[in-house]
Nanobody
């Protein structure tokens, strides 16, 4: 599967932004999807994940209550709605896919097989 992230941009603190990920391939609905981010000078970290059918989601503590992940399997899309953005949310956001139909959402980078190119989100104070 090939992934293409989009929707990044510049937003003021407290604002909202939605990033999207488009997937190619007919088996998108069989993949667990995740969003990761990498801030300048920092390691890439898990942000959120959603199971193949979309019934279960998982969030990093740092974004819980502010971010919401969703997917539309008919459109081969996964979204990350980001609200109440903070300057520390500034990063390049990556979508990732793991070929697994499981209720378990992985958090490790090494557990995702496919990656998009990333979209940059900048939150100004």
């Amino acid at each position: 599967v090939q992934l293409q992230a989009s929707g990044g941009g510049l937003v003021q603190a407290g604002g909202s932004l939605r990033v999207s990920c488009t997937a190619s391939g007919r088996t998108f609905s069989s993949y667990t999807m995740g969003w990761f981010r990498q801030a300048p000078g920092k390691e890439r970290e898990f942000v959120s994940g959603i199971t193949w059918i979309g019934l279960d989601t998982l969030y990093a503590d740092s974004v819980k209550g502010r971010f919401a992940i969703s997917r539309d399997n008919a459109k081969n899309m996964v979204y990350l709605q980001m609200n109440s953005l903070k300057p520390e949310d500034t990063a390049v956001y990556y979508c990732a896919a793991r070929g697994e139909r499981s209720p378990l959402i992985r958090r490790r980078i090494s557990e995702y097989e496919y990656w998009g190119q990333g979209t940059k989100v900048t939150v100004s104070s």
